[in-house]
Structures are given as structure tokens and as C-alpha cells.
């Protein structure tokens, strides 16, 4: 009976932790944090951003030339805002959507090395640009983290906002969890 | 004993919600992972739904699927939900789309989270990137 007890036991304390596994970053069994974006809510707020963006008249025709603007992390996390940024774009260059523009110092100088004239860089028509903000409130033992994203498209030659979005991404609890 | 019984009742009453959810919670722990539901748009302009999951197909019923084009002439679908049932739901939403051969021409794959108020009625709007995306493909699971 005490060793029937104690291999109960033994399995019980074995079984307390969840070995590693690998999950599909696009899934529904992902870790939520309180305390932090997570790369689950990168991808909502850029695919809500990206719906909300390509029926604005600035894409109604053609391919616009975009330019990557500032994208300012107001948060208290420590995270590379192309985490947002590429949720948008990446379908946007893919389906042809923009031409978007790349200052990469090797192909300049390659483009200056082999003699081509930089007259047949696009000029940018647009600039994308934006601010990434929290918000945290807690009643009793519940914790609540808002985070705001905020992106405008600038038209190049007049000077204006064309486009805005705000998405808040908001997570209420005590303690993070897995899955929505 | 009668003060007992009336501080229970007031307990129960406050109560209230958090059992219907406690029940919902233990609802979805008896029965099976929620599956993934689907409703595709049709060339004639209706839509066939693929429900998988009936226990949330009860609960959140689609009104309609208003397929137009945009100004740039790209395929955008606008789907009206609505929360049949007397609890708040939580969907959560993605689309593909289809070429017209069928292909899934593009897809987004991140599920988005949308809070449905009970009796609410949302509208989800899927614009293609691509010329070529005909059908819109809507999958919808719950939590």
C-alpha cells in the first residue's frame, strides 16, 4: 500500500511540469502575457491594420511608393517594432500592393559602383509611421494591460495624413495563461 | 438559520454570472477542443456554411455575406454576425481566399480575437489583396 502511496506521489510531482513543445505561432495555444506584447498580438493588430489600410484611397489604384517611417515603442517592453510592421507589409509587397522602398547601403553602393544612375530610384509618395503605447489598470487581484497601436500614412507632396488607425489589443486576468 | 438562508441567497445572487460562466467553463471541458467552422462566399453571390462545431453554431448565427469590389476592384466580402445567445461570446476569426479554380490564392493565418455582445450584431470586413482572390473563405472558432 506505502509503495503504491509513494509511486503516486512520484508521479505526481513528475507530471507538475510541462515539458517544451513546439506550437504554430498562428495557433490557438499560445502563452498570453499581462506583461507584455505578445507575438500573437502583433499579428492581430497588423492584420486589423492592413484590412483598414488597403481600402484607403491612397491604394485605390496602382502601387504606391511606401517609405518606412519612425515606429515609436512608448511601452515599458524592450521589442523590435518590424514585429508589427512586417504583418503589414510583407502581404502588401507579396500581392504587389506597394512598391516599397529599401535604402540598403550595399545596393546603393552597388548601384554607384556599377554606374547606374540613382534617377531611377522611385521617389516615396508615402511614409508609414506610428506610435505603439500601454495602458495598465488592476482592480483587486485582476490585471488589465491595454496596448494601442497607432499607425498614419503622410502623403509625400502635400504634406498630410491620408490614412489613421488606432487597434487596442487589450488582456484581462490574474495570471498569464495559455490559449484564448 | 433564516440568516443563514438569506446570506446564501444574496451570495447566489451576486453570484450569478460567474456560475453561467463556471457552467460554460465546464461545458467546454467535457466536450471536444472547438473545431473550425467555415462559410464560403459562392460566384451567385450566396454563401455555403461548413459548421463543425454546433454547440457554438447555436450560439452565433450569420446574417449575411455582402460580397462587392472595391474602388480598385479587389474582391471584399462583409460578413454580418450575430450573438444569438444570452451569454457574451468570443469568436475568433480568420479568411482565406480562393482563386476562381479553387486555389487558396491568400490567407491570413492569425486567428482575430472578436468579443460578441450578446444579441450584438458585428460586421467583419475582409478586403483581397490580389486581383486574382474570388471567393472569400470566413473560419471562425470560438475562444
Known sequence: MNKIFLFACAALIVGCDTPASYKDPNGRELVVSLEKVNIQDFATAGSLMLQSMVNSPAFSKGAPVLQLGMITNDTANNFDTSLLLSKITNPLVNAGRVTLLDSDSIATAARSASGISSTNVPHAEYVLKGKILEDRANAGSTRQSSYVFQLSLVEVKRGVSVWQEEKIVTKQGSKNSIGF | ?143
Not at chain 2, 445572487?13 to 460554460?24: F, M, R
Not at chain 2, 467555415?38 to 456554411?49: A, E, I, S
Open chain 2, 1 to 143: 438559520m433564516k440568516k443563514l438562508s438569506l446570506l446564501l441567497s444574496l451570495g447566489l445572487l451576486t453570484g450569478c454570472t460567474s456560475v453561467i460562466q463556471t457552467a460554460d467553463r465546464i461545458e467546454r471541458g467535457l466536450t471536444p477542443p472547438d473545431a473550425v467552422n467555415y462559410v464560403t462566399t459562392r460566384p451567385d453571390g450566396g454563401y455555403t456554411p461548413q459548421i463543425t462545431d454546433n454547440r457554438f453554431g447555436n450560439k452565433i448565427e450569420l446574417l449575411a455575406a455582402r460580397k462587392s469590389k472595391t474602388d480598385g476592384g479587389y474582391t471584399q466580402v462583409k460578413w454580418d454576425l450575430r450573438n444569438g445567445s444570452y451569454l457574451g461570446q468570443t469568436a475568433n476569426i480568420s479568411f482565406e481566399w480562393l482563386a476562381a479554380d479553387g486555389s487558396v490564392s491568400e490567407r491570413q493565418d492569425n486567428w482575430i480575437t472578436t468579443p460578441l455582445e450578446p444579441g450584438a450584431i458585428t460586421t467583419v470586413t475582409a478586403t483581397a489583396l490580389k486581383p486574382s482572390s474570388a471567393e472569400c473563405r470566413l473560419r471562425i472558432i470560438s475562444r
